[in-house]
């Protein structure tokens, strides 16, 4: 496979000057169905810097457009110049690259030409601000949501509705009203995006997922609104409340961004392979429930969210952009392309 890579970067007339196994061989998480994924970084040529025809990536896979199979393999390369971006945007694939080294046995090439991959790992700290690294919380988040974990939209429905079911059928008559029960929904429910109450114009209302309901409806209709609303996309989240029908491995995933993002948080760093990799491999097979998942997450998402408010629990780093520049400049220097 080396030797497919950089015949495509000579074809390209770049520069291969880093590439790793990524994903879960990188994370430690792999199991024998697991694909192989590289990830890796050029150099592009002078001439393509001069006529602004420089490539943000190259890349193959083996399969197509077929999904993929444990025969599969998924090449890509990003520009040094696009990679340094990425790197300071917080963007997850990008980090995982830039800490790929603490996992050598995964290294599959590293120029010697250049010593400027050596200067980019023994300085990760100059090169994103951690509190821009929240797309690894985000990404969690958006693996975990279509199940209706807490704290996600559908989570959010989802207990509102059960609360209003138990009391429409224990405390209340058909002609309440839901200004007779806001109180008791945002006191259990309450979401700075999701679940809140607002004063319009002398009015009550309570905005529910971005709708708004007007509290001088009664209860029994309120009812009907979010059942309506639920029903539309709560199957996977009551499926997955019987440990039915859940995407193990996308559950792994919210898990293990979580994971790299508390690391970052204390320490500034990421290690592969994951200290938790035992953990995620067994959520990855299914042999947990999907209750204990759906804690972990919501418990990592508090204790993330938690720590950042904190500047005294964060590892200071600053990106440095002259720094950055420097790393481009210095790429250059001797190139011969």
């Not at 797309?135 to 996600?152: E, F, L, P, R």
């Not at 539309?232 to 995933?253: F, M, T, V």
């Not at 961004?257 to 204390?266: D, H, R």
């Amino acid at each position: 496979m080396l030797k497919e890579i950089l015949d495509m970067c000579y074809n390209n007339n770049v520069e291969l000057l880093y590439l790793t196994r990524f994903g879960s061989h990188l994370y430690g998480t792999n199991t024998p169905e697991s694909d192989t994924d590289y990830k890796g970084i050029f150099l592009p040529s002078k001439e393509q810097c001069f006529m602004q025809e420089v490539p943000k990536s190259l890349q193959f896979s083996s399969g197509g457009n077929s999904k993929n199979t444990k025969e599969d393999v998924d090449v890509q390369l990003w520009s040094l110049q696009y990679f340094l971006q990425l790197v300071s945007k917080g963007e997850t694939n990008a980090l995982d690259l830039l800490f790929s080294f603490t996992n050598p046995d995964m290294i599959v090439w590293k120029s010697l030409t250049h010593g400027i991959m050596d200067t980019i790992f023994s300085n990760t700290a100059k090169l994103f601000d951690i509190r821009n690294c929240n797309a690894y919380v985000g990404y969690a988040i958006g693996q975990a949501k279509k199940y209706g974990i807490k704290g996600s939209r559908l989570g959010v429905l989802k207990n509102v509705l059960n609360i209003t079911t138990d009391i429409i059928e224990h405390h209340l008559d058909s002609e309440t009203t839901l200004e007779n029960i806001i109180d008791i929904i945002i006191d259990k429910c309450f979401d700075s995006s999701y679940c809140f109450k607002k004063n319009i114009k002398g009015k009550n209302f309570l905005v529910l997922c971005g709708k708004t309901h007007q509290c001088s409806i009664t209860t029994n209709e309120f009812y009907i609104r979010i059942k309506r609303e639920y029903d539309k996309y709560g199957k996977r989240a009551e499926q997955a409340e019987k440990n039915e029908g859940i995407d193990w491995k996308a559950l792994s995933h919210a898990v293990r961004a979580l994971v790299q993002m508390k690391q970052l948080i204390l320490t500034g760093f990421i290690n592969y392979p994951l200290i938790d990799a035992v953990e995620l491999s067994n959520i990855k097979r299914g042999n947990t429930t999907f209750f204990d998942v759906e804690k972990r997450i919501y418990d990592d998402i508090v204790k993330i969210d938690t720590m950042l408010k904190k500047p005294n629990l964060i590892v200071h780093n600053k990106r440095d952009d002259k720094f950055i520049r420097s790393i481009i400049i210095d790429a250059y220097e001797e190139l011969s392309l």
